[in-house]
């Protein structure tokens, strides 16, 4: 007997008892149904507040980026109001999104309507101010759309925690509410209203009588919404006798913001449903239990040989590596569709994972910026960032004391702008030598060096042969790509110095498990799951003398003005930072192997934002200890300092400058370089004079516009970036003078 007659005899069987029983549920199910769709209006309204919650949440962190961007640290009206018109266009939920000051007046919007708005009276607002990393939600009538809108804010508070501006977005009520409503397809009613009882959102239904922008307080409905834990639905009988069945969404977080959702249906037509449905359950079950036999012989005979048929036509495209191929619709229900469904989903997620990865190699190609200007800024910035601070500082002079002649007047402000002109020239090279914050991201460092593989061999030269092995199955490492590219730059330049007769050059890239016997540059066990990077060389190699320096700044073995002595110990900083180790072997005559561990699945740093300073201009009368290597600089700066109405005390080194502190002298404020020569940079020397002085005041000078100086724990030290005016430097000295005492 064939699967077909088998199949048929079962379910004739099957069919009679069942078939008798499913009536007579049907007519159980009816009083089910309803009760059901009662339910229903309940959950609806809860789908509807979970869905507004999400896009609340959404709206958080869309605030959060925002926060961040650049484009929003401006004063510059026009330019904030239309980088949000932009934002805006992304995302039409929203009827405008603008920034507030912190004094609540209307800063930038979206709309462009350059509009002045005290918003202080505002709910909103008076919340938000109080709040960090977090939003505060309130449902008006926006004052620059007349639309209902849920306003979302969110304050942006800089690194001291005071509030710079608040972000708010409103939310268009209107469309979430259309939205729902066609999902509904417009079976039930959707109705929001505030904590007042005014009308955000009215129903669609001709039975509302209430307009948006009414008030339903005080009626039977408002009490059953506000009610904290009431029942779940109730019905309702309007002035003209229809009765409508409400439920209401009991979302703890909406309800928090003054906001209630309500979904309805009137009962007549809650009723009729259910008797439709009756009639409609009978009519089918008859007619199913007539298809159903022939249905039967059809899908025994050609549906299920024909879908097996696609789905061994799909998997053969798969085996190709056709990643485009998919199985089209309709699909057949049960197992067989759920198995056209998977490998269409697995096909697009490879199709998606291949285009990702493409255009991944594609950034990494483009985004090389390699180049030997990046070793050399670092070690120039300090003493060029010097000579700009004398050339600025006395053309202002120069300008001051020729005012009166404007020609000279004309040539001295010219020098003063070709030296801020160098100064921002200086500061885009040190940007450029890796003086910003890590931006890692969890990446395959071996696809990062494929990327690289061109730029390597032109950089090496047709006299080095090189060659790049990458071990199978690489476990992902969280590593900024863009360092990542300049410390590979920087080992292979290292390396064909080392060749200048030719030579070989491996890379190889590989997961390596570390244990208590591996141990960095330093002496130190660092156990733990890596992925390694190693550039290999046959060149000259190291003694073990320069072995044992070759990672300390400013150190090198190359002639003078062929290196600075930063690149080793640049890619040591980069991958200490990143959480990872160095280890290096080199024997005079056999060439050197460095290698970069990073830690697998490490967890990206986070970015240190710095918090604006205060300006205050105005001179003062306090004795400052001047610590400067520089003598020009010295000279400047001290004569600054007395032209301001300082008492000045100079000195041109640490030592020298704790000698004075142990002296009975008043000194308010010690001023002092960060890189300075004697062993004792800026940052110690302010550590040791707080151990004399507890109440000295600190203020740094640094020729690094990024530099990241690390003060002393205990004190609240200010930096003044080389070069500076003489406002800045009178601003900065008030400001450090200003700071409460430890």
């Given at each position: 007997m064939s699967l077909r007659t088998r199949l048929l005899i079962l379910v004739i069987a099957a069919m009679l008892v069942p078939a008798i029983l499913v009536g007579l549920r049907f007519v159980q199910n009816r009083a089910s149904e309803i009760d059901a769709a009662l339910a229903n209006l309940a959950a609806s309204a809860d789908d509807i507040a979970a869905d507004l919650d999400e896009k609340i949440q959404g709206t958080a962190q869309l605030h959060y980026g925002l926060a961040r961007a650049r484009d929003l640290d401006t004063r510059d009206k026009a330019a904030c109001s239309a980088f949000l018109s932009d934002v805006r266009e992304e995302y039409p939920q929203f009827t405008g999104i603008l920034t507030?000051?912190?004094?609540?007046?209307?800063?930038?919007?979206?709309?462009?309507?350059?509009?002045?708005?005290?918003?202080?009276?505002?709910?909103?607002?008076?919340?938000?101010?109080?709040?960090?990393?977090?939003?505060?939600?309130?449902?008006?009538?926006?004052?620059?759309?007349?639309?209902?809108?849920?306003?979302?804010?969110?304050?942006?508070?800089?690194?001291?925690?005071?509030?710079?501006?608040?972000?708010?977005?409103?939310?268009?009520?209107?469309?979430?509410?259309?939205?729902?409503?066609?999902?509904?397809?417009?079976?039930?009613?959707?109705?929001?209203?505030?904590?007042?009882?005014?009308?955000?959102?009215?129903?669609?239904?001709?039975?509302?009588?209430?307009?948006?922008?009414?008030?339903?307080?005080?009626?039977?409905?408002?009490?059953?919404?506000?009610?904290?834990?009431?029942?779940?639905?109730?019905?309702?009988?309007?002035?003209?006798?229809?009765?409508?069945?409400?439920?209401?969404?009991?979302?703890?977080?909406?309800?928090?913001?003054?906001?209630?959702?309500?979904?309805?249906?009137?009962?007549?037509?809650?009723?009729?449903?259910?008797?439709?449905?009756?009639?409609?359950?009978?009519?089918?079950?008859?007619?199913?239990?007539?298809?159903?036999?022939?249905?039967?012989?059809?899908?025994?005979?050609?549906?299920?040989?024909?879908?097996?048929?696609?789905?061994?036509?799909?998997?053969?495209?798969?085996?190709?590596?056709?990643?485009?191929?998919?199985?089209?619709?309709?699909?057949?229900?049960?197992?067989?569709?759920?198995?056209?469904?998977?490998?269409?989903?697995?096909?697009?997620?490879?199709?998606?994972?291949?285009?990702?990865?493409?255009?991944?190699?594609?950034?990494?190609?483009?985004?090389?910026?390699m180049e030997a200007m990046g070793q050399l800024t670092g070690g120039v910035a300090h003493d060029f960032n010097n000579l700009l601070t004398v050339i600025l500082g006395n053309s202002e002079h120069l300008a001051d004391r020729l005012a009166g002649n404007k020609e000279l007047h004309r040539i001295a402000s010219d020098i003063a702008t070709a030296a801020e002109r160098g100064s921002d020239l200086t500061r885009s090279l040190l940007a450029f030598a890796r003086k910003q914050p890590l931006r890692p991201r969890e990446i395959d460092i071996a696809e990062q060096v494929t990327g690289m593989k061109q730029l390597l061999r032109r950089t090496l030269g047709e006299h080095i042969e090189s060659s790049f092995t990458f071990a199978p199955d690489l476990w992902l490492a969280s590593v900024d790509p863009g360092q990542l590219a300049t410390a590979v730059l920087n080992l292979v330049l290292n390396a064909r110095d080392a060749m200048p007769d030719g030579g070989k050059l491996a890379v190889e890239v590989c997961n390596a498990s570390l244990g208590e016997s591996d141990l960095d540059v330093n002496g130190e066990p660092r156990p733990g799951d890596y992925v390694m990077l190693a550039v290999k060389d046959t060149g000259a190699g190291m003694s073990s003398e320069v072995l044992g320096r070759a990672f300390e700044p400013f150190f090198t073995t190359k002639e003078v003005g062929k290196g600075t002595g930063l690149g080793l110990s640049m890619v040591y900083g980069f991958v200490q930072q990143s959480g990872g180790l160095v280890q290096m072997q080199s024997e005079p005559g056999r060439g050197s192997t460095i290698r970069l561990f990073f830690p697998r699945l490490a967890t990206p740093p986070s970015e240190d934002l710095r918090p604006a300073q205060a300006t205050i201009t105005h001179a003062g009368h306090e004795t400052v200890l001047l610590v400067e290597d520089d003598d020009m600089v010295r000279a400047y700066v001290e004569n600054e300092l007395r032209t301001l109405g300082y008492r000045v005390i100079a000195t041109s080194n640490g030592p020298a400058a704790l000698e004075v502190l142990r002296q009975p002298d008043d000194i308010q404020l010690l001023f002092t370089d960060v890189v300075m020569p004697g062993g004792m940079f800026g940052p110690e020397l302010a550590r040791q004079a707080a151990e004399l002085r507890p109440d000295l005041k600190v203020l740094f000078t640094s020729g690094y516009s990024q530099d990241p100086v690390k003060t002393p724990d205990g004190i609240n030290a200010r930096i003044l970036t080389k070069p500076f005016k003489r406002q800045e430097l009178a601003a900065m000295l008030r400001a450090a003078l200003s700071e409460p005492s430890r």
């Open positions: 507030i000051d912190p004094d609540g007046s209307l800063f930038c919007d979206s709309l462009r309507t350059n509009r002045t708005l005290d918003l202080n009276d505002r709910g909103y607002f008076k919340q938000v101010k109080e709040l960090t990393g977090v939003v505060a939600v309130e449902p008006v009538f926006g004052r620059l759309t007349g639309l209902s809108v849920l306003q979302i804010a969110y304050p942006v508070r800089s690194e001291a925690g005071a509030l710079k501006l608040v972000l708010l977005a409103s939310f268009n009520l209107n469309k979430f509410v259309e939205f729902h409503d066609k999902r509904l397809l417009a079976e039930k009613d959707i109705l929001l209203v505030d904590a007042k009882g005014t009308v955000l959102a009215a129903p669609k239904s001709g039975g509302w009588s209430e307009p948006v922008g009414g008030s339903i307080a005080g009626s039977d409905l408002f009490r059953f919404a506000t009610a904290p834990d009431g029942e779940p639905f109730r019905e309702v009988t309007d002035r003209e006798g229809r009765t409508q069945i409400w439920g209401v969404a009991r979302s703890p977080s909406i309800r928090k913001a003054g906001l209630y959702i309500l979904v309805g249906r009137s009962k007549d037509g809650l009723v009729a449903a259910a008797n439709r449905r009756l009639y409609e359950d009978v009519a089918i079950l008859a007619v199913a239990s007539l298809l159903l036999l022939a249905g039967l012989w059809i899908l025994t005979t050609v549906s299920i040989g024909r879908q097996v048929g696609r789905l061994a036509t799909m998997a053969k495209r798969l085996g190709r590596g056709d990643l485009s191929a998919r199985i089209p619709e309709p699909h057949p229900g049960g197992e067989l569709g759920g198995l056209m469904t998977l490998l269409n989903s697995t096909a697009e997620s490879l199709e998606q994972q291949r285009a990702a990865i493409a255009d991944l190699s594609h950034k990494l190609s483009q985004s090389q910026k």
